[in-house]
């Protein structure tokens, strides 16, 4: 990967507000990289700070090799898609699309805008006034007037977020397709983990000004550095452990779940003392139904509550010496029934999907 | 400077704000300074005196005009505030809501058309010849023209009443707006009737929009010395017809300059009084 | 149901005024009472032979076109740096800039009057008319432009900039298309209240007069009057088409900006 962004050391103050930390980054060429994070993190400064919205008080920000400092948004090779979209009322599409062009003769408009909408799907929407378009065809149009300027970088703000729940799906798919018809680096801004994980080849997990864990998506579900990252991405079972190192690995004695032995790399992070925690995902729990035989470990208990949905049911079961119930996840295949609250269950676990943290980490 | 948020928005209001200091505050401080002063034949003479002030508070007339002018901004600012209530609220709850700027606009028109022709039509509506008198006599309501309504103190509030009407109806107008229409369905949901709903949800919400149109009529109606002028008669005259006085006939500016010192605290006193007391509304909101 | 008919007659009483202007102006008798006596345009007539009318008429124009020029002016950089900045003493700044809204207009008249004449010494002209104007007319401006401004959202420009546009081409091609009905219809009102004003314009009025000025004059004398309904009947449909044109104007800027009308000017 030959990297494109450099970020080093980068802080920002409002006032007394201390908006980033010592952002250390680096982002490739033709990367699709997420800024994922609750409100208030960040993740919209980094980008401002990188499209040139906002000057950073402290660090370098690089394109291409190039200091940015001092350099305005509109000398940058980067190009934004707005939250809001910010589609100029007054213009038509077509108008919107070219605006850019503006101070680039040596390009043909009307091919350029032609090419641009059809890549976007909004072919022959040229005339169309502006504020006559739908949530998403006004997001296809700051995407085509974006594109159009052939960026190195294509900044994304929260660009899903205005949508309904099927649109949003259709357009991170879209999206993904675009990014590597184009090839260029993609950089999203979002909150929703889920629509980071399936578009990124990487994200940064960003929590009050600081990159928390930076890692493709994979990694980031199955070993999370911190209880935060693993909390804010999916969900998490976490029981308190007793921790002795071993020969290649750690002995662990977990709360309920009793003594079992996991290797180093199950913990993300190194392991100081004999405070740990192991996180455990609801779907790598299973529950052993009637019937049922299995080889993996097992551990009794009594179902809390049952949430049914259609394609899945989530149980909480309480088992002995743990004081939250466990969640689980289990997929509804034919057969299996739904068991009622209070029926006592088996909880079928796999030592090697657990997850090690440090408790004072 | 440039280079922040703050220092850009500062200055960008800079044009603005040194405008306003330059002929606003400014006059303002001179304004004050001048009402320590005294008026020396052809001369103002600038030792520090408080002899204007002095010469305020003896002689009965100034202080019988003060009352005079803050009894019928008073007045005015009642009847203005109460008529206007009712439309405001008629454009808010009644009028569909494509319709609501147009009705907006054909109260305000008035209000925008040559303020001293308004004023002298009044004195041709309320006259002795006027349209209200003849139009009664006419009908046979009445066999001679009434003469209670030209040349005094009513036809001062009339007139003003009618002057300030938009600057009633539309800060309320707003507030009413503003009035999340669930509330009402909530409360008529509780048990409440409509007009209990009324006096227990819209009009505690509105009250913001009722303070604000106390104030914009109650404050310039003050400054007017155009209707007293021409429709109070000698019984009508009210404190800015002194000023007046003072400023162009009377060549006594220091003293004009107090008395407008006067007319301006007295009327910010009362206003800041009046704020005060409807505190409890005006929180969190506004 | 009878809200509407008391709303109805609360506009009755509103307009009553200036229902009466055309049926005195065309009325045949230098009275201005009831019963009419026929019909006649002679007091329109009148007006054109009127020199000092004329003079008062430039006058007033002059000195209205400066006022909704300069007021507008001040009243955009009010209203953007309100809309778009967050800088110190905000709330203190915009309340003081509108604080003639609420300013008895005779204070403002003799504390600039003072200013003038006793403190610089200066003689009066329209230009301490216009002085004046411009301060009571921007609370007005801005309170339109306001608006116009406000539904503007702030990554517009950004946009613009982001694709390539300096800080001030942005604006210009982007803020000032989007906010130009709210300009001119803030224009418009600024001068409609230059051109009616006469509270400050008869204190600071130099040796010619405005026309409200003028028209005071003529009050006084009972043989003039017919013409004053005349020229109030001009004035009030020339006051109508401008506020109808600024009220357009003001609705389409919404509709522009795609945002939903909440309502009057102010």
Known sequence: MKPLITLEGVNKYYGDYHALRDIDLTIGEGEFFSLLGPSGCGKTTLLRTIAGFETVSDGLVAIGGKDMAGVPANLRPTNMVFQSYAIFPHLSVAENVAFGLRKRPDIDKRTAVTEALSMVGLAGYEKRAAHALSGGQRQRVALARALILKPKVLLLDEPLSALDKKMREQMQVELIKLQRHVGITFILVTHDQEEALVMSDRIAVMFE???????????????????????????????EADVQPAAEGYDLRVAGLGAVSVAAAQAPEPVHGSAGVVGLRPETLNLLFDGETTKQMLVDGQVDEVVYYGDMTYYDVRIQGVEKPLNIAMKNVIGRPVLDVGAPTRVVWDPRALVLFDRNG | MTSTEGGRGLLMVSPPLIYALALLAVPLGAILLFSFWTQDFMAVDTTFTLNNYREIAEKPIYWALLKRSLFVAGCVTVVTVILAF?????????????????????????????????????????????????????????????????????????????????????????????????????????????????????????????????????????????TPELMGGAGGKLIANMIQTQFLALNNAPLGAALAIVAMVSVSAISLAFVLLNRRWLKGRS | MSLRVYTIIYLIFLYAPIALLPIFAFNDATIIAFPLSGGTTKWFAEMWTTKALHTAVQNSLFIAVMTSLLSTLLGICAARAGAMYRFPMKAGIMGFIMLPLVLPEIIVAVSLLIVVVQILDLGLSNWTIIAAHVLICTPFSIAILNGAFQNLDPSMEEAAMDLGESRFSAFRLVTLPLVMPGIIASMLIAFTISLDEFIIAFFLSGSSPTMPVYIWGLLRFPQSLPVVMALGTILVALSIILLSIAEILRRRGMARAGVTDKGGFL
């Open chain 2, 86 to 226: 009712p439309v405001a609220y008629f454009v808010s709850f009644h009028v569909r809501a494509d319709r609501k700027s147009l009705w907006l606009f054909l109260i305000t028109i008035p209000f925008w058309t040559s303020y001293l022709i308004r004023v002298f039509l009044w004195k041709v509506i309320l006259g002795y010849n006027g349209v209200v008198n003849t139009g009664l006599i006419n009908i046979g309501l009445i066999e001679e023209p009434l003469t209670f309504i030209l040349y005094n103190v009513n036809a001062v509030i009339i007139t003003l009443a009618h002057a300030f009407a938009p600057f009633a109806i539309l800060p309320i107008f707003v507030a009413l707006e503003k009035i999340d229409r669930s509330l009402l369905e909530a409360a008529q949901d509780l048990g409440e009737s409509r007009a209990m709903t009324f006096f227990r949800v819209t009009l505690p919400l509105a009250m913001p929009g009722v303070v604000a149109a106390v104030l914009i009529v109650f404050i310039p109606t003050i400054g007017d010395y155009v």
């Open chain 1, 209 to 239: 000004g600081r990159i928390g864990q930076l890692a493709d998506a994979e990694t980031l579900y199955r070993r999370p550095r911190n209880r935060q990252v693993a909390e804010f991405i999916g969900k998490m079972n976490f029981l």
